[in-house]
């Protein structure tokens, strides 16, 4: 039994680390917002948000199979939390009645693992329920697949069997074991038999119609002798206990991945339902193979900007088919990071088999994405700035492959424009050639304006906007780069401010 | 019956009594070394075998060849595994003298008896597939073969078995009720339950879970499973009969001299796979030629086992140092800088004279060796020092003993005497010791600080502890031949008072 829910062919394990790259994109794409409006305040789809959306996929057969299954779970959200709750029942019973595997011997061990086994035996009954009064609703190969396997594997007859089996281990004739001499005359290979449903097979034996019987009884009080008689049996049960307890063991199992799979659905519809209430359009993207240089959409906003203010943001056209580098100049605050995290923000959310914040969004799946940002917060001195820069992007030189993509905002600009621009261009050119994407936001006239006056057709100019009257639009338009970025309207704007009180003091 | 009494002496009647360990052991690390020889062994008590020296020059020919033809891969684990099975048998047998219930105590006779004949079979096996130089080997053999074609020993093998495949047809089915009612019946081809009960849960199966079997160890026997005993013997008694028949035929069923070979070829195996790994290291060992001629003595690239043990998995390489001794020769006079490996080289000496007596492989290239009658050290010890005038006057009380009980074929180590007197007093005392030793004629080495002992007759040799040219600070550990040549002193005594260059650079800190 497998719940395959996250992938077609194997189940879903969290990463013990998350990949390299991922403190920075979190940082970088405020990734902690999306995280948190997945997991509500539960600590557990917090967990299972972080690692799925951290470990992107690069295998768009399985980002689609994600996408139908996620799209019947917008479809019904209520059957969705229904069968979440049956491992969330599971665990919750097993912690409230303590039914751990107990003892550590075989007997102790059987015991428990028969309590826990009738427990799970209830729950996989409801699974079975929601299989059979829901399954027609889904379309998905994921979710078909699912419900047809609980639908087969948990039958009548297999719910017979295994409440057969459990009523039969309690043992109320007694313990048969088969025992051979060993060496020393002491038992060995002590085997399990079945158990007899009634005592009078032993009449008819004492009867003579069968081979004899002999027998002894332990007096009540001999401690001793009954701490005897539990040994040999833990002997027989041995084996036996083993099984039980590892069934119990996989059935739980099965939960958790059903949990765990699960979970990452009721992050998304949980965000999807955050977002609905900010009127922000989500859509699933189409997706396509590396290599193919697609990226278009309409309505691509920052839905981290949007959860954090509460409020609609802007959203951006790109037509960036056929791009290996996109180059973002123009006016400070004019939206260019909010611009390059919704770029960001779609592929990361893409690749792990999420809807992206658009109205309409298509991408190539890339091999790897990473953030290089200037770290404003550093308080180091210039050179040792411009230092752990070249130190962090050297790191993800060593994790980068063809067909990565790269986001860089206002990187190596801690030294001059000129040797700032120089790196700069040795990079993206170093990129380009290893068929690396690049998204490069940029207040360096002398880099883009380098890469503008080759006028190659792989590279697109986006430039913030102003209007005539030096207002942004947060809008970002095809264009040439401008010497300047506008930094004199900012330093207009904060000092009109003083101006304006200046003047009123006057 | 074949002539074969020991693989340890041939006609050499061993000593009865076993002696304790020799006074010059602690000096010469000696003990170091035998306690990490029998460490693995402890069972065979195997201590005695390295204290006592054989008295026939012969016997240690007679063992050279026994470790020479055991030397080799096929034959130690042939004999590893015969050990092995001998160790098992007798942890049987004195389980069955602990044990209570009779049936439970005959099983495990039986067992001991069936793993004995195995050990004694598969050795005479693995043994006629090879041919033996040594006279010791092949007196064993010869023995073995008869032994096993003995009618007495074929006996013990057929019952042994034939009663063990009787007992192992026996399976019984057992039935335990929760009220202390346990029924015993012989089985009627019941199937294995769990196997059922995994089947239906296999469905379930998610990749790794914990095994939640338990290794059991249950052998012994509670007094419960000795009444379900009782109760399978009523139900199978013929196979109990058989066995109680085997017990009472076979008492004593282990041969004197088998057992005493197991025990005594553990001297050799325990020393070779001692200094195995040193050899795998690339340290020399070698069988020596043996002489009772004094002056006639050498070693190439000699070395004190113990240190090389201690060093054996550190980098530190072992230093290896000669020694010879010709002519007129007698005493070798060691001078030189305190940790230059002084004691070292004096320790070597000893311990290859004491193996090459013992009849072992010494730590060597090459070597010829006195055979000695008695070997005497006399070593300095630092933490005797709390009464000078009274540790002098045992100094001189032991030096004493060792002129009164040596000959002139025994050996002399001397270590670092008198050094805690005033120089005037030790080289007066010194040199009056030398006088006696020379005139005693007896070989030997003295460690001293006093050049002018290197140089005292034509008996003594001047040996000294080097130091590299190039940097003075730094130590060989080489031994050479030369002349004493005073600056060791000087150097010496400032190294106690630790003002060397090296030394002073340790203590003031940049």
């Known amino acids: 039994m497998k719940v395959f829910l996250m992938f077609p062919d194997r189940d879903l394990t969290l990463p013990k680390d998350p990949p390299p790259q991922a403190e920075a994109l979190v940082q970088d794409l405020a990734l902690e917002v999306l995280f948190a409006a997945m997991a509500q305040g539960d600590r557990f789809l917090l967990n299972v948000a972080q690692g799925v959306v951290l470990s992107s996929q690069a295998d768009v057969a399985v980002l689609r199979y994600r996408q139908e299954i996620l799209q019947d779970c917008l479809d019904n959200p209520t059957v969705l939390r229904e069968l979440y709750s049956i491992p969330i029942q599971a665990l919750e019973n097993k912690q409230k009645h303590w039914l751990g595997v107990f003892g550590r011997q075989p007997s102790g061990i059987l015991d428990s693992s028969i309590r826990l086994l009738d427990m799970y035996v209830v729950l996989l009954r409801q699974l079975r329920r929601i299989a059979d009064t829901y399954a027609e609703r889904f379309q998905s190969a994921g979710f078909r697949r699912f419900f047809a396997m609980i639908q087969k594997e948990l039958d009548d007859a297999c719910f017979e069997e295994m409440t057969g089996h459990l009523k039969t281990l309690k043992f109320r004739n007694g313990v048969p074991i088969r025992v051979w001499l060993g060496r020393g005359n002491e038992g060995r ?55 039980v307890a590892q069934a119990a063991d996989h059935v739980e199992s099965f939960l958790n991945i059903l949990r765990l799979e699960l979970a990452f659905y009721l992050g998304c519809l949980n965000l999807s339902e955050r977002l609905a209430a900010l009127q922000q359009p989500i859509c699933l993207p189409e997706l396509s193979e590396a290599g193919t240089r697609q990226r278009h959409g309409e309505g691509l906003y920052d839905a981290c900007l949007a959860l954090t203010t509460r409020a609609a943001v802007v959203g951006n056209a790109l037509q960036a088919d056929g791009k290996d580098l996109v180059l973002i100049t123009g006016a400070n605050q004019g939206g260019k990071s909010t611009f390059l ?166 | 019956m074949a002539n074969f009494q020991s693989i340890l002496f041939d006609d050499e009647i061993a000593p009865a009594q076993s002696v304790g360990q020799p006074a010059f052991f602690g000096d010469l690390n000696l003990d170091q070394v035998v306690d990490a020889i029998t460490a693995p062994k402890q069972d065979y008590e195997l201590k005695p075998f390295f204290y006592q020296l054989p008295q026939r020059l012969e016997t240690i020919f007679y063992r050279h060849e026994v470790m020479r033809d055991l030397d080799n891969e ?110 015993v019946r012989r089985h009627e081809d019941e199937s294995d339950y769990s196997v059922d009960v995994t089947q239906t849960f296999a469905r379930f199966q998610q990749g790794a879970v914990k095994d939640y079997r338990l290794n059991l160890q249950y052998s012994g026997m509670n007094h419960i499973e000795a009444q379900i005993l009782e109760l399978v013997v ?93 002519g007129d020769e007698r005493v070798l006079v060691v001078t030189g800088p305190n940790q230059g490996g002084k004691t070292t080289f004096a320790r070597m000496f000893g311990q290859v004279h004491y193996l090459a007596r013992l009849g072992c492989l010494l730590p060597g290239r090459r070597a010829r060796l006195f055979f000695f009658d008695q070997l005497f050290t006399h070593f300095e010890r630092e933490e005797d020092m709390r009464n000078l005038r009274g540790k002098l006057h045992d100094d001189l009380l032991r030096i004493h003993e060792i002129l009164t009980q040596a000959t002139p074929n025994s050996l002399i180590i001397l270590n670092e005497i008198f050094a805690s007197t005033t120089l005037k007093d030790a080289l007066f005392l010194s040199q009056e010791i030398m006088r006696r030793v020379s005139e005693l004629d007896l070989q030997g080495v003295w460690v001293t600080f006093m050049d002018e002992l290197a140089t005292y007759n034509e008996k003594t040799v001047s040996m000294l502890s080097t130091v590299d040219a190039d940097n003075p600070a730094e130590r060989t550990f080489r031994i050479l031949r030369r002349p004493a040549d005073g600056l060791a002193y000087a150097l010496s005594l400032a190294e106690k008072h630790r003002l060397t260059y090296q030394q002073i650079q340790e203590r003031i800190q940049p």
């Open chain 2, 74 to 183: 096929a034959m130690m684990t042939a004999i590893h595994d015969f050990a092995e099975q001998m160790v098992i048998a007798r942890r049987y047998l004195r389980l069955v003298e602990k044990l209570y219930d009779p049936h439970h105590k005959r099983g495990w006779f039986l067992e001991a008896a069936l793993v004995y004949c195995q050990a004694v079979l598969t050795l005479q096996q693995r043994l006629d597939a090879v041919s033996f130089t040594a006279r010791g080997w092949q007196a064993f053999i010869e023995y073995l073969r008869e032994y096993v074609a003995s009618i007495q020993f074929q006996t013990l093998l057929n019952e042994a078995r034939s009663v063990r495949q009787s007992l192992d047809e026996v399976s019984y089915c057992l039935t335990l009720h929760n009220n202390g009612t346990v029924r």
């Open chain 1, 189 to 243: 290979d002590y085997m399990l038999c079945k158990p007899t449903q009634s005592n009078w097979e032993w009449v008819e034996r004492a009867l003579g119609k069968r081979s004899p019987v002999y027998s002894f009884t332990i007096p009540t009080r001999d401690d001793h002798g009954f701490r005897a008689m539990r040994e040999i049996r833990d002997r027989g049960v041995n084996l036996v206990a083993n099984a």
């Open chain 1, 341 to 506: 995290r919704s770029v960001g923000l779609a592929q990361v959310m893409a690749q792990c088999g999420m809807f992206v914040p658009a109205r309409r969004y298509a991408t190539s799946v890339c091999s790897g994405i990473f953030t290089h940002y200037r770290r404003e917060e550093d308080t180091t001195m210039r050179s040792g700035k411009f230092d752990e820069e070249l130190s962090r992007m050297s790191q993800i030189v060593d994790w980068l492959h063809p067909n990565g993509l790269v986001l860089f905002n206002e990187s190596f600009a801690a030294t001059n424009e000129r040797e700032g621009s120089e790196i700069g261009r040795q990079i993206i050119q170093a990129l380009l050639d290893r068929h690396i994407e690049v998204f490069f936001v940029t207040h360096q006239y002398e880099l883009a304006s380098g890469f503008w006056r080759r006028g190659w057709p792989n590279v697109l100019f986006l430039r913030a906007e102003r209007q005539e009257d030096g207002s942004r639009t947060f809008l970002l338009q095809e264009g040439e780069p401008l010497p300047t970025s506008f930094g004199e309207d900012m330093y207009a704007r904060v000092f009109a401010a003083d101006q304006s009180a200046l003047s009123e003091e006057r």
């Open chain 2, 234 to 326: 009523r139900l199978f008694p013929h196979p109990f009969a058989e066995l109680e028949r085997f017990c009472q035929q076979h008492p004593d069923f282990m041969d004197e001299r088998i057992e005493t070979f197991d025990r005594e070829v553990q001297f050799y195996v325990a020393y070779l796979q001692f200094i195995a790994d040193m050899r795998q290291k690339g340290l020399p060992f070698c069988y020596p030629e043996m002489t009772q001629q004094r002056g006639d003595s050498f070693v190439e690239q000699g070395f004190d086992l113990a240190l090389a043990y201690q060093l054996l998995y550190r980098s530190t390489p072992t230093v290896c140092n000669d020694f010879f001794l010709q």
